[in-house]
Structure formats: structure tokens, C-alpha cells
């Protein structure tokens, strides 16, 4: 095979993926189907980034997205210069390897050498110019110079060609536009006839509407029917509705940081397995002691050990970690040692004096005495750190066993949210909760999928039918537009645990669940201020990821601190005051980050602990408690 190749895989792999969205419906509505494995081929087609003069960032990206969405899909990879013949070769040899979806960047645009567009058409059989449509029609919602694109799609054989943007950010763009019609036309060009009918069936299918209306907004609720709960007793609901994890994913070692293992892990050899010198200095034999020595040869860290036996009178110079040659059995450091004659040239030495009589044993690491055969060396459950996966290395293992994630979604909720760098018209906003949430979870290791705006039911159908857990961000409060509570109950039968919490900020957080394709789901409702968004998901969210993989220390510490000035809380609700801190004369310090209104999110910025205030207190000068999530302490 003349290509580059490389196949990986995502072990959160979701069994349903979204293949079409009817917007025309009674109640517009996603689809799913079954999928297997997609093989993508994803070719960069630049003269710069081929000749190396340029790094390649638009292939990586894409493929990085691309596993976003599609997990478990296996990558054909390369770089070629913008030259019609070699472009038409590697389409051709992907498609003939059976490359399900060929996604191109670069080459589209204007320039005299942008000819990526014209080999493309110059190899598919079909034209699918509808995917061209989409994303020129999308892009210029972004920028008009989209209208400069020359994208051509189509197919070849079984293969789906999809021309994309050159830059990172559109071929990222490009992608998102196209991605719901990738599962659907595999399985039209594959001829997988049961996986396309089901989809024609959910089309074709009635669907009822949302049981939830909005016309009786007089009669709304005034009063919360949700009984306020204590924080602790909210976590302690979660914990026992959640069962921890027993499913277990294989892992190559160095992507497992800060995963728990599942099996306790054994040496299945000796550490070292030779013999081998603690110090730069001579091998020699001990009994030998002192005096002046023939210099016979050099061993270096790497090099195989001398077999010939190390006669009286000799040495051998030998470095920190080589093999210890036959007949030594002690080393003697540089430092104890007199050079006494060189070669000829003077780079040689030919003769040292032992300055310090050795012992027997000296310097030498034993075979297993770092760490002997068959021995336990890593606990199940323990987290893995980087001096884990130095272990993991040293022992040779490829591959960890660890305890299996839940797989995330994020809505955001709320018709007046844009996305950065969106036009924004008077009343919208841009939607921050978001990108801080899913920041917050990647900053404690968790990966979590952007799962859109919440503005129809679908939406959440999308996002259960896709992942174990879903959070969103707003509509729990009392507004009459505050409708996913309701919506849970009688549209997916859900259970909620509660919907009140006795905090401040955070007071609607709401916690469900639910069985959505006869699996069991796990549902947060975070409020809609930006604030209380970040604070309820450090006490409920991260502690309940961290429990459900069965981590051992799931709950955040909580640690005595110094105030340097009051914190007061006024309110009838104990309140989680964002301060940072910092250390003075070995004590702790807190001071608060300003402003604590639960829409300011700057509050955020600089937060590293939270001060808990019970209702109608003064935390004056001394100590007081804060929980501690800075990730430098807790990761």
C-alpha cells in the first residue's frame, strides 16, 4: 500500500449516531441509526506544508474533529503538493482501499496552483453538488468571501469526496455544516439496505408534539413545587441514584493521565534485568583493591555487556546505567580514581589508579532490585499520574486497563445565546456557559461533546440518544421560557430528584434521571448565570464524574484558611464565595475576587478555592473553610 496510514481508536464509542434532521415536522426532530466503523481519508494538499517550509495544522484539526463526532473511525493520512496528478492518484488509491469518506483541504480557492477542485472532478463519478451548496451557504453566513470557493463533491465507487477550505478554521467550519449526512451517505454508497430504511422509516414517521405549552402562561406555578434541599444532602441523592462504573476501556499507556486503573499491574520481568552501574566510573573487581590498573576497554548505557572475563589487574570505564561486564562486581566512582598514563594521542586513557579500596557490590543496581519479577507494582483504583505512566513505560506495557467514562453533552439553553464571533442583534448574547463548562471539565480531564442549543425537544433527544450524561446550561429557574423541567417529566418520563438546591449561587440546579433507548441516563440542569453555572458544577458535576470511574478521592477537600478581610453574607442561604489565595509566611490566605453578582463571570477568573458562608454570617479576620479545586493540588 502506497499511503500513509494510521488507524485510531476512541473507546467512548457511541452505538447510534445522528444521520438527518427534519426541521419541517409537527415537532422537528433528529435521527439515529446504528453505524459500524467509518473509514476517513484526510489529505492535505499544500506545496508548503508538503516541502515542509509550513507546518500542516488544517489535516490534524480536521481529524480531530472528525473523532469528535465520529468515534472509533480509522484515518488514512497524508500531505501531497498541489499538483493535479499526484492529487488524482492518492483519491483514486484511497478509494480503491475501501476509504468510506475523503475529505480534502486546501486547493480550492483562486490561485493559479489551487487545482485540488479539478483533480476531484477529474476522478468522482457522480457529482453530489448539494454538500458543495451547504457549505458555501453556511460560510457565507460567516464571511462573504466564502462566495470564492470552488468546492466540487462527489463520489467514486463507494467513496464520498468532499472538497474543504485550506485553513484549519474553515476546513472545522466546513466539516460541522456537512458532518449529519456523512453516516447516511455510507450507508446509501455501501448498500447497507436495513440501516437506510430505518432512517426513511424515522422520516416518514409521525412524531407527536412536545406535551409542553406555553399558552397558560397566567396559570404558571409562583412558588417552586421543588422542596429546597442542603447541598449535602443534594450530593448524597446523586451519589446513590449513580451507580459507579464496572465497564473497563483498553487504553494505549500514554493516553491513560488521570484515569483510574481497573487491574492491579504485575512486573513481568526483573528491574533492571541486568546488572547495572549506579555511577560514571571503572568496573572493577573488588578484591583488586588499590593501586594502578590497565584501562582494557569502555561499556556504555545501551551497549551489550562484555562477555570476556575482567582479568586481575584490570578495569573497565564504564557510565551510569550500562551493563556491569563479566567478572566485576563493583564499581568505583570517577572521582576516587588518578589518571596515570593516556595513549600516544592523549585522548585514550591506558592507565588509572584506584585511589579508594572498593567493597564488593559497590554502585551496582541488582538484577530486580528496582523492582522484582512478578511483583505488584501499581494498585487497581489508584489514579494515573505522570510517574505512573513512567512505571507503565519502565515495565514495557503498551496498554492499561481503566475504568470507562461516561460520555458528556452540553446544551445550552435560551433564543437570545450566539456563538462568538457571530453578528449579535439587540437583546442576544453570546453564549459564555458553554465554552466555560466544557473548559472546567477538560481542565479535570474530561472531554465532553458541544451538543448545541436546547431551543426544541429534538435537541435533547439528540443529545440522550449519543451520551451517558447531559448537562445543560439555564431554563430551570421560574421564568416562563424555564421549561426544561417540565419537559423532562412529559416528554421523556423523567425522574427528578430534585430542583432546588440551598446555595448561593445555584439555587435551581436540578438533578434526573431517565431511560432513553433502554439505557439509563444522567441528567444536570445547571442555572443559566454564568457564575452559578462554573460553582454548581464543581460541587455536583466534577465530584460525581470522579465517583462514577470509581476514583478513590472524589470529593473536593475542604482546608482551614486565613481571611485578610470579612467576607458577609446577607442572604438566607449559605453562599460559595470565590476568593483565590495565596501564601504568606507558610499560612493560607484568602481574599475574595471582587464582585460576587452570580452573572459576573470574572468572579471565575482567578478562583481557585470557595469559601463557604453559612446564611446571615460574617467571616471575619481568622479562619475560615474553602474547598479547594485548584487542579494543581487535585489532579
Not at 248 to 262: E, G, T, W
Amino acid at each position: 500500500m502506497d499511503v500513509e496510514t494510521e488507524r485510531e481508536l476512541d473507546n467512548a464509542s457511541p452505538t447510534y449516531l445522528c444521520v438527518g434532521w427534519n426541521p419541517k415536522m409537527v415537532r422537528p426532530t433528529a435521527y439515529f441509526i446504528k453505524m459500524d466503523t467509518i473509514k476517513f481519508g484526510i489529505l492535505t494538499v499544500s506545496d508548503t506544508c508538503f516541502n515542509q517550509v509550513k507546518e500542516d495544522t488544517s489535516g490534524p484539526k480536521l481529524q480531530e474533529e472528525v473523532k469528535k463526532y465520529f468515534p472509533g473511525s480509522t484515518f488514512y493520512k497524508k500531505t501531497v503538493p498541489d499538483e493535479v496528478i499526484t492529487i488524482k492518484e492518492t483519491l483514486k488509491s484511497w478509494a480503491t482501499y475501501g476509504c468510506d469518506i475523503i475529505l480534502t483541504t486546501g486547493g480550492t480557492g483562486l490561485s493559479p496552483r489551487d487545482v485540488t477542485p479539478e483533480a476531484t472532478r477529474a476522478v468522482i463519478d457522480r457529482e453530489v453538488p448539494g454538500i458543495s451548496a451547504a457549505m458555501i451557504t453556511r460560510s457565507l453566513a460567516v464571511t462573504d468571501l466564502a462566495m470564492l470557493s470552488r468546492a466540487v463533491c462527489g463520489t467514486r465507487g463507494k467513496t464520498l469526496i468532499v472538497n474543504l477550505p485550506g485553513s484549519a478554521k474553515a476546513a472545522v467550519e466546513c466539516f460541522g455544516f456537512i458532518k449529519s449526512c456523512i453516516p447516511h451517505a455510507v450507508a446509501l454508497l455501501s448498500d447497507k439496505k436495513e440501516l437506510v430504511a430505518n432512517l426513511h422509516q424515522q422520516v416518514q414517521a409521525t412524531t407527536a408534539e412536545s406535551k409542553v405549552k406555553l399558552e397558560n402562561i397566567a396559570n404558571r406555578n409562583r412558588e417552586s413545587p421543588y422542596p429546597m434541599l442542603a447541598v449535602e444532602d443534594a450530593i448524597k441523592i446523586i451519589l446513590d441514584e449513580c451507580q459507579r462504573s464496572l465497564e473497563v476501556d483498553i487504553i494505549p499507556f500514554d493516553k491513560s493521565m488521570y484515569r483510574i486503573l481497573a487491574q492491579d499491574v504485575y512486573a513481568s520481568a526483573p528491574v533492571p534485568p541486568f546488572p547495572a552501574s549506579i555511577k560514571d566510573g571503572y568496573a572493577v573487581r573488588a578484591h583488586d583493591g588499590v593501586g594502578e590498573k590497565l584501562v582494557r576497554n569502555v561499556v556504555a548505557a545501551g551497549d551489550k555487556p562484555c562477555e570476556e572475563e575482567l582479568k586481575e589487574g584490570e578495569v573497565i570505564r564504564i557510565s551510569t546505567g550500562a551493563p556491569i561486564p563479566a567478572g566485576a562486581d563493583a564499581v568505583v566512582q570517577v572521582e576516587n580514581t588518578t589518571l596515570l598514563k593516556t595513549s600516544v594521542d592523549g585522548y585514550q586513557e591506558e592507565y588509572i589508579s584506584i585511589d579508594v579500596a572498593p567493597t564488593e557490590g559497590q554502585d551496582i543496581r541488582a538484577i530486580g532490585s528496582d523492582v522484582e519479577e512478578n511483583s505488584l507494582v501499581l494498585h487497581k483504583y489508584d489514579k494515573i499520574l505522570p510517574a505512573h505512566l513512567g512505571v507503565l513505560a519502565m515495565l514495557g506495557k503498551t496498554e492499561v486497563k481503566v475504568f470507562k467514562r461516561k460520555s458528556i453533552g452540553i446544551l445550552s439553553t435560551g433564543n437570545e445565546l450566539k456563538q462568538p464571533g457571530e453578528p449579535l442583534k439587540p437583546g442576544q448574547i453570546c453564549d459564555s456557559n458553554k465554552y466555560t463548562l466544557m473548559s472546567l471539565l477538560k481542565r479535570y480531564s474530561y472531554d465532553s461533546m458541544d451538543c448545541g442549543t436546547a431551543k426544541r425537544r429534538a435537541a435533547l433527544e439528540k443529545a440522550f440518544s449519543s451520551h451517558d450524561i447531559v448537562i445543560t446550561t439555564g431554563g430551570v429557574s421560574m421564568g416562563e421560557h424555564d421549561l426544561i423541567k417540565q419537559v423532562l417529566e412529559q416528554d421523556f418520563d423523567a425522574l427528578i430528584h430534585f430542583g432546588r438546591v440551598n446555595m448561593k449561587p445555584g439555587k435551581p440546579t436540578t438533578f434526573a434521571t431517565l431511560s432513553y433507548g433502554g439505557k439509563f441516563k444522567i441528567f444536570f440542569g445547571l442555572p443559566g448565570n454564568p457564575v452559578s453555572c462554573g460553582v454548581t458544577c464543581i460541587l455536583f458535576v466534577l465530584p460525581v464524574l470522579r465517583y462514577l470511574e470509581r476514583s478513590k478521592s472524589y470529593k473536593f477537600p475542604v482546608v482551614e484558611v486565613s481571611m485578610n478581610k470579612p467576607l458577609v453574607n446577607n442572604e438566607d442561604r449559605p453562599e460559595y464565595h470565590r476568593v483565590s489565595i495565596f501564601n504568606q509566611s507558610g499560612r493560607l490566605w484568602a481574599t475574595s475576587t471582587g464582585n460576587q453578582t452570580s452573572s459576573r463571570l470574572n468572579s471565575l477568573c482567578g478562583c481557585e478555592w470557595l469559601n463557604y458562608s453559612t446564611e446571615k454570617t460574617a467571616c471575619r479576620r481568622g479562619l475560615s473553610d474553602a474547598i479547594l479545586f485548584d487542579e494543581i493540588l487535585n489532579l
